[in-house]
């Protein structure tokens, strides 16, 4: 055998028996607090390592990681300095210890699922960016981290050798701000736990005893924040309440966040305040039974990269009111009744048309099945991995 005969045969050998290496942005992944992004990342993760245990990932965590979160053998976690929840510390959590840690250990990709990654590493990169909004809606976002976001997000979208993105209006969105090759972001849409089913009509009946008095009721969830539209979600209902006479009930579930006082200011001087109901933050388990028992889900947001409570509605067969603007007519299809998140009466004579017509209830339900078939965690994972396939692949060219 000649010596360039044997090279070959060495170099085929050592590629066949190369296991090849990811990084993972993992900071979002914190016990019972996943929402959004740590859900997305939970999900897709979850998938993609354990459909491919001959890839080895490393789980890279700004703060003490829980084992839940470790999905397999080929799973390894790293915890790196500083916990990173401040630009600055952004920053040397990003630039500093993970370029660092990708320096020395010199993995094959850097996965990162919320949408930040490293601007002074050499390591292909794939991050996922869910929504622009602090470009459209300013005063949501404040000082320092305003500025931040400003700055980086799209230095971070060029650098970043392909973006996955929620939704086709996140992608135009991304496409146009920024500037980015159509081709380098891929669409990955979000999914909905198993645990959101229908649920049987005595589990209904002894959700609404316990929690709206036994009546029907609307339900919101997510966080409590001014780009949620909650201030007009309870003017709507007091409408509703004031023009139906209907004993119905509002249910909101989601953390407060931020901005929240002019929706305490709209709730405390509402005339049917005792039929609204803020609970807070609940676990998966509890919120899927309170949801499946709802008469309708009313999502009014004013900008979505998605919105994944319309598919978690859709998943217990319950009908959706969402707004007309940005991502959520494109999530909902034909299976929500549509209306302008800034028209207070518009939201209400939503509520009013689907108190008042069972069939409308059945019939968007029925359409909720049928949309739904569009979203899974495993088509998420599958997705994003096909994403990054491309570029582990070495290939600039468009997933298929």
Not at 182 to 188: F, G, L, N
Not at 194 to 210: D, F, G, L, R, T
Not at 214 to 241: D, M, T, W
Not at 279 to 291: K, Q, R, T, Y
Request: proline content about 4%; overall charge positive; charged content about 25%.
């Amino acid at each position: 055998m000649t010596a360039k005969n044997r090279y070959y045969c060495e170099l085929t050998f050592a590629d066949l028996n190369y296991r090849k290496r990811i990084a993972v942005n993992t900071r979002f992944l914190i016990k019972n607090k996943l929402e959004g992004i740590g859900l997305f990342t939970y999900e897709a993760l979850k998938h993609i390592t354990q459909t491919h245990p001959d890839i080895e990932f490393y789980f890279l965590f700004d703060r003490p990681y829980d084992a839940e979160f470790i999905f397999g053998e080929n799973v390894k976690p790293v915890v790196l300095f500083p916990p990173a929840r401040h630009p600055f510390l952004w920053y040397w959590w990003f630039e500093i210890s993970v370029t660092g840690w990708l320096s020395k250990n010199k993995p094959d990709l850097f996965l990162s699922t919320d949408g930040y990654c490293c601007l002074k590493t050499e390591v292909p990169q794939v991050m996922v960016i869910h929504d622009l909004a602090f470009e459209h809606f300013t005063d949501h976002v404040y000082g320092l981290t305003h500025r931040y976001y400003k700055y980086f997000t799209p230095r971070f979208a060029r650098k970043a050798k392909r973006i996955a993105t929620v939704s086709e209006f996140s992608k135009s969105d991304i496409v146009r701000l920024y500037n980015i090759d159509a081709d380098k972001v891929d669409v990955v849409y979000n999914g909905a736990k198993e645990v959101y089913k229908p649920v049987s009509n005595e589990i209904k009946s002894k959700i609404k005893a316990q929690y709206a008095g036994g009546c029907s009721y609307f339900l919101y969830v997510g966080s409590i924040h001014p780009r949620k539209n909650i201030k007009n979600l309870l003017l709507a209902f007091e409408q509703f309440k004031t023009e139906t006479g209907s004993d119905f009930k509002l249910i909101l579930i989601g953390r407060k966040a931020w901005d929240f006082e002019d929706v305490d200011e709209a709730y405390s001087k509402m005339k049917f305040k005792d039929d609204v109901k803020f609970m807070g933050h609940l676990p998966p388990a509890d919120l899927a039974n309170i949801m499946a028992s709802a008469y309708a889900m009313v999502y009014v947001s004013l900008f979505e990269g998605f919105g994944i409570p319309i598919i978690e509605a859709m998943n217990c067969e319950v009908p959706v009111i969402t707004s007309n603007t940005t991502s959520m007519p494109e999530v909902a299809g034909d299976a929500a009744l549509l209306v302008n998140p800034v028209s207070i009466t518009d939201i209400a004579t939503a509520m009013k048309k689907l108190a008042a017509d069972e069939r409308l209830r059945a019939e968007l339900i029925s359409k909720g099945k049928v949309q739904l078939q569009k979203f899974s965690w495993q088509l998420t994972g599958e997705k994003l991995w096909r994403c990054c396939e491309v570029v582990l692949k070495g290939k600039g060219s468009k997933m298929t």
